[in-house]
Nanobody, 121 residues
Framework: QVQLLQSGGGSVQSGGSLRLSCAAS????????MGWFRQFPGKEREGVAA???????SYADSVRGRFTISQDNAKNMLYLQMNSLKPEDTAMYYC???????????????WGQGTQVTVSS
């Protein structure tokens, strides 16, 4: 099992940047596939970015070129750097982990507690 603890997020103006962090503890971090998801009120959770086999990153079309996912196995950390933020990026963001490579699908087993990101115009 792995436990995920998120930090970062908050409020920023349109065009600004934020970095989300996700600290993993428990099982061997490097054996898990990791992803970031977000959830808008009344909507299902959607994939934002994920790291797959060979460290290959995948992104939702809505964030490609603005968000960057990265993983530091030495520190058991996952990050999401968010640049050029837009009001429509406002959502609750979650990190996720699984030993199955789900990519941007939301079938992950382990989830962080969520952190709010609010972008004002």
């Amino acid at each position: 099992q792995v436990q995920l603890l998120q930090s970062g997020g908050g409020s920023v103006q349109s065009g600004g940047s934020l970095r989300l962090s996700c600290a993993a503890s428990g099982d061997s971090f490097s054996t898990y596939y990791m992803g970031w998801f977000r959830q808008f009120p009344g909507k299902e959770r959607e994939g934002v970015a994920a790291i797959g086999s060979g460290g290959r990153a995948s992104y939702a079309d809505s964030v490609r070129g603005r968000f960057t996912i990265s993983q530091d196995n030495a520190k058991n950390m996952l990050y999401l750097q968010m640049n050029s933020l837009k009001p429509e990026d406002t959502a609750m963001y979650y990190c996720a982990a699984d030993r199955v490579e789900w990519g941007l699908l939301r079938h992950y087993t382990y989830w962080g507690q969520g952190t709010q990101v609010t972008v004002s115009s």
